[in-house]
């Protein structure tokens, strides 16, 4: 079945440093992708989606590809800040399938 | 994007009984979608609530135990019944707003403790 796969955390990094969480997925047909994020106490938000073959989300900083040789879509982010502590999903939805399959979350943790 | 309310933001309930999640949107939406994170998990999706017809479950979630209505397009509700400890999550809606590309949109959850 269809499944994401994320890098086991928690991470740990100092600011400014560079942020790379990996993700990669297995899926029957063509999946659009998303990272979302989850602040202490708050709900999931949308942080970057893409939804074709070498497209880039964008955004706050953050950036992933849509690789469809590797079946991959890393997160990546190139001077983390404090703020950003956070738990990091990767997900994907089908056309047609109107659901979302996310991974196991990555917790990051930021030290000032 | 979409504003998604919750209620209860949190509850604390005894083994044995049920509680109603209530999720409001600002606006009408055809999919709306239930999800649970246990502790220190991903999300496992519920069920799917259509305005107007049954909610569709996914497997291992039944409808006996988490009833689900959807009265109009801006509402519904998810009730966890005879619960036990092991009903401690936080349960997410979700809406999709249309499109092609399926992106949803999450309430602020509610944390369910179960003594």
């Known amino acids: 079945g269809d499944s994401v796969t994320q890098m086991e955390g928690p991470v740990t990094l100092s600011e400014e440093a560079f942020l790379t969480i990996n993700c990669t997925y297995t899926?029957?047909?063509?999946?659009?992708l998303f990272w979302y994020v989850q602040y202490p106490g708050e709900g999931l938000q949308l942080l970057l989606k893409a939804t074709k073959a070498d497209d880039k989300g964008s955004n706050k900083g953050f950036e992933a590809t849509y690789r469809k040789e590797t079946t991959s879509f890393h997160l990546e982010k190139g001077s983390v800040q404090v703020s950003d502590s956070a738990v990091y999903f990767c997900a994907l939805s089908l056309q047609g399938a109107q659901k979302l399959v996310f991974g196991q979350g990555t917790r990051l943790t930021i030290n000032p | 994007s979409a504003v998604i309310s919750q209620k209860p933001s949190r509850d604390i309930c005894q083994r044995g009984t049920s509680l109603t999640i209530q999720c409001q949107v600002d606006s009408q939406v055809t999919m709306m979608f239930w999800y649970r994170q246990q502790p220190g998990q991903s999300l496992t999706l519920i069920a799917t609530a259509n305005q107007g017809s049954e909610a569709t479950y996914e497997s291992g979630f039944v409808i006996d135990k988490f009833p689900i209505s959807r009265p109009n397009l801006t509402f519904s509700t998810l009730t966890v019944s005879n619960m036990s400890p092991e009903d401690s999550s936080i349960y997410l809606c979700?809406?999709?707003?249309?499109?092609?590309?399926?992106?949803?949109?999450f309430g602020p959850g509610t944390r369910l403790t179960v003594l």
């Open positions: 899926a029957t047909g063509y999946p659009s």
């Open positions: 979700s809406v999709d707003r249309g499109g092609a590309f399926n992106e949803q949109f």
